[in-house]
Structure formats: structure tokens, C-alpha cells
């Protein structure tokens, strides 16, 4: 039994705290999930009370820990995302000051305060913090153990929504989800539509596919580079051939980006033999480097900027035979002609591999970049995932915007078959929770469709009613949405 009166020592307060450090930070987010403080009133380091209406959505992938929390800070009623520690200083070992997915963070909850500088917020101010140390529930020690457990079942919630599924209309939700990932596919449309014109179709193209490919971390850098290095410039250099075009297209991208700077420290043979002539090549053009911050931090070897600008050129070097758009459009034709073929799905996503296809020969195949070791074995330089994802935020959207100038509604009717076809991407933690409440989808075939579909979801609801439920207007659409959308 403990002491109660104990307030030091490894039974009392100071115990509970010394004993929550040597834990993993999923003890205090628990903490945080099911609020299990003190009664007392919460207070901000710099004593401002904190009310905690809703302590946000739990985040297991990257980004803060919980997302769209509801708090008031005195009587100032706060939305956005909060982050836990252990140790206040994570925050920079983690880099989340570098991070622009940390740039909502509202609130810092740390069991103890680092002594030396403050998170800043993007007001340029310290993010308020809580030292959840202090308001720790006495006799909380045994659930330290449970924490995994505790966050599962507060994951797993249903919400309001989730206990209403089992007594939706047949078709209700199966609708729901085909008009909110349409919904989706036009509002990225409309972003195509906004100043497309004849002369600059192609280039709207070239930099919705640069910048999909650029996966979260480098699409604002890839999207510069479109348009420091625009297409009417790269087309001469494309009707080089191969090898030429190649070290012309790189030299321009990799040297904008400052990758060729330097010796690489631990490039093979091959490899810095790449990066000598590009790095020649580079100099001759006498170009100034991009001048927009980047760095790597936050991806995958297997996703550097290297491999997707080779990806990328080789891609475009098939596509500009014609024309990027005309060479797009004659995929679309294909598609169309095999659109009844019992396997159009396996047919239109081998078509779709066969755009992006790197040749044997490519030294990047084994490489990720000029300073990491090799990969020890050859890997796709644009997989499956990505090209999915490309399909989904870049071409279907600037293809649809494209179809309803031309008043082209056959196009229109491809690009949505195309999107019931194609697969989904990995899951998220967004189409993860949505699917623990909207369960049927298990029983539903997934696609590209029905993913793009619970995002919207989502974002209409998760994440414009940041009381979690309480004022979200999706349960009782449950009761009025008519079947088959
Ligand atoms: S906010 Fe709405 S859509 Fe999201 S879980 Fe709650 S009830 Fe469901």
C-alpha cells in the first residue's frame, strides 16, 4: 500500500513522475486521451486555467500526437493540434521545429519542463505548456501498463457516427462515399480550372505531376523547380537522346536543388562517376542554385529527391515523344478501348506501371542518393503507391478540370472509372480511423475511390467539428441521406 502523505520520494508525486520518465511517451499520452489528472483545475505553465473540451484526434503516423484538439485557454477557446513529451527538449531532437506538420501545434504537454529554449509557434510565440507532471493522478501508477491498451480502445471509439452505421439506410453509406470522393476530385479540379488556358495547359500538367511526385516533404521545393526549370525550357533538352538528355534534364534538377555540391562522401565507382559529370555539366549552365530552403528530414532513403528526379525524367522522356498532354491523352484512349475487358482493373494498372518504368540500366535503381550507402537490392524509383497517389492529387484532377473545358464528358466518365479501378494507397491514420467507424468499408472493395472518399469525410467532419462528435451533423445524415446518394 502506498503512504499517502508521502509527497517525495519514489511513492509520492515526485515517484509517480520519476517512474512516468522511465516509461514510453505513449503513458502520458494516455494521460492526455482519458484527461486522468488531479480534479483540480488544469494550469498552463504560466498559470492561465486550461479547460480541455476535447483532447483531439489520436495520431499514430507523422505529425503531432493528437489532432484537431478543442481548448480554452482562460476564456480564449483555442482549436488545433497538441504534441506530448516526456522531455519538453524532444521537441527539437524530434525537429519538429523544422517541421512544417508541427506548424498547428497549440499546445505542448510535457511531464517536465526543459530549462532552455521554448517551441515557438508559427505566431513566432512559445507554445503554451502543460507540465502534466504536476496534475498527475495519485494511484495512477498501475495503468502505466495499459497505456497501449488505453489508446487502442480511445482510437477505437466509434463516435457518434460509428454507433449510428449499423442503422443506416441500405446504399447510405456506399453513397456517401462516392459523392464525398467526387466532391473531392473537383474541389483539386477547380484549382486546374482557376487559369488554365491554351498556352499553358502543358506546363499545369508538368507541374501537377512534378509536385505529386514530390510526395509531402519536397513537393513545395519540386514544385519550385517546375517552375525554375519550366517545360518549354526541358523540351530541346528531351529531344537529345537518351544518355544526353538524361545527364542535361539531372544536371539542371539536382544542381538547382544543391545536391552537387561538394564530393560525395560515399558514392561507389558508377555513382561518382554520375555525380563528376553532372557536376560539370551543372557548371556549365551557369544557373543559380533554387533558392528555396529544403531538407530531407521526415523521408524515406527509398523516397529521396534523387531517385524521384530520375524516376521523373524517365517518365517524361517516354511522355514527350508527342507532347506530355497528347501522350497522356493517348493512355487515356487506350484505357478506353479495353474500358470492357473483364480485367480492365489489372489491364489499366499494368498500363499505368508501363508509364513509369525505369530502364535495368539505371545506376539509381540500387542507389537512394551521393552520401548513403546502396540499397542491397534494386527497387522501383516510382512504385505502385506513388503513382496512385500522383494519379489521385495531380492527373485525375488536372484531367478532369482539362475534360470539363473541352466539354468532354466521355473523358470525364474514363477518369471516374479509372478512379473505382484503381487501387488505394497505403492507409493513413485519417482512412484508418475513418474506417474503425465507418466499419462496413471491410466488407466493400477498396479503391482509390472509396479512400479518396473517407479523407473528405474527414476533412468535412472530423475535422470542422473539433468538439469530437459532439456538434457534427454526419450521424444525423445517417437518418436522412437517401440511399444510393
Ligand atoms: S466528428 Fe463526426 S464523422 Fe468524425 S467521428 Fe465524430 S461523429 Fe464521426
Known sequence: MEPKSAENGWTGKNGLIRDLLTRRETVL???????????KSLLLSDGTPLTVIFPGWLNRGPGPDFTNARLKFGDREVAGDVEIHLDERDWFHHGHHQDPDYGGVVLHVVAIAGNGHRPLGKDGQAIPRLEAGLWLKQGLRPAF??????LDQYESLPGRCGLRVPFAREGFLKGLLVSAAEKRAWDKAQTFMTGMGD??????????????????PFAPVFLSLARQFPLVRLSPLFELPYGKAREAVLSLWMGGLGLLEGEPQKADGPLRDEFRVLQKKWGQWREPPLGVPWDRQGSRPWNSPER????????????MENGLLKQWMAFFVKLDEVRHEKNFKGMAASLLDGLFETPDWE????????????????????????????MANGVIPFFLAYARQKKDPDLEKLLYRLYVVLPPEEPNHKTRFMENRLAFLSREG???RSQQGLLQIYQDFCGNFETGCQDCELPNLIYTFPANG
Open 29 to 39: 499520452q494516455a494521460c492526455w486521451a482519458i484527461q486522468w489528472w488531479e480534479e
Open 145 to 150: 501498463s495499459e497505456s497501449d491498451h488505453l
Open 199 to 216: 498556352d499553358n495547359r502543358e506546363q499545369l500538367l508538368f507541374e501537377a505531376v512534378f509536385q505529386s511526385l514530390g510526395y509531402k
Open 308 to 319: 524521384r528526379l530520375v524516376g521523373l525524367f524517365h517518365h517524361l522522356y517516354r511522355m
Open 363 to 390: 545506376i539509381w535503381r540500387w542507389n537512394v542518393s551521393f552520401v548513403h550507402p546502396p540499397l542491397r537490392q534494386a527497387a522501383r524509383m516510382i512504385g505502385r503507391d506513388r503513382t496512385v497517389i500522383l
Open 446 to 448: 477498396r479503391s482509390l
